[in-house]
């Protein structure tokens, strides 16, 4: 069984400062890992993944991932916060099993906001 | 880009109505899925389809059933709608037969059931 954990409903950050919202996962092979995000009234808009090879993953907006294999955690990350990140994160997770599954699990996610 | 349109923003049912809820996608995926989101629940998957005229169960499948006649068309039914099925709904279609492409949303269906 795969899942994933987002630890924190909610994330306040003042506009400038660096951001990170977490994401720990469980599955029994490999995972694979996506972040998303969702604006009031919109759906989820992908911003990255990781599949293999390099542990920091590069996004949009600027959001960037590093993958920890022995903490099983995948935090998303941006050095510096802007007012128009508020919005609502998702951190999902597949297990790679190599037949071809295609469910993935989300985590509750993470409402960051970001103050002037 | 990839675009998937749900045909309706808001839409309010009485209990016991049979709701179809409908997605397109302009991308030619193979892949489609419907979720149900709510507050501190997050994201659960009802049904996905990995090809026409086929369904898999999801999470949550009670009370729903599905159709995918065309490869751009999915659909979700509501048999019997009750007000626990008062949600937000979201469509999602991605590409290929791996499991590594991400999945692309439509604008959700935010449905009462009165």
């Known amino acids: 069984a795969q899942s994933v954990a987002q630890p924190e409903d909610q994330v306040n950050v003042a506009e400038g400062n660096p951001l990170t919202v977490k994401c720990t996962y469980s599955?029994?092979?490999?995972?694979?890992l996506f972040w998303y995000v969702q604006y009031p009234n919109r759906g989820l808009q992908f911003l990255l993944k990781y599949i293999t090879g390099d542990n920091l993953v590069k996004g949009s907006y600027g959001f960037e991932a590093e993958f920890n294999k022995s903490q099983t955690s995948f935090h998303l990350k941006k050095p510096s916060a802007l007012v128009s990140d508020s919005a609502l994160y998702f951190c999902?997770?597949?297990?790679?099993?190599?037949?071809?599954?295609?469910?993935?699990?989300f985590g509750k996610g993470t409402k960051l906001s970001v103050i002037p | 880009d990839v675009k998937v349109t749900q045909s309706s923003r808001y839409l309010v049912k009485r209990t016991g109505e049979k709701v179809f809820l409908e997605c397109v996608q302009d991308?030619?995926?193979?892949?489609m899925f419907w979720y149900r989101q709510d507050p501190g629940l997050g994201l659960r998957l009802i049904y996905f389809?990995?090809?026409?005229?086929?369904?898999e169960k999801g999470d949550i499948p009670e009370g729903y059933s599905v159709s995918r006649e065309k490869k751009e068309r999915f659909s979700l039914i509501l048999e019997s709608a009750s007000t626990n099925q008062t949600s937000m709904y979201l469509c999602?279609?991605?590409?290929?037969?791996?499991?590594?492409?991400?999945?692309?949303f439509g604008d959700g269906t935010r449905l009462s059931i009165l």
């Open positions: 999602a279609s991605s590409w290929g037969q791996t499991s590594n492409q991400p999945q692309h």
């Open positions: 999902a997770v597949r297990d790679y099993s190599g037949a071809g599954s295609y469910q993935l699990t």
């Open positions: 389809s990995y090809d026409v005229k086929m369904k």
């Open positions: 991308m030619d995926h193979e892949n």
């Open positions: 599955v029994s092979g490999n995972p694979y």
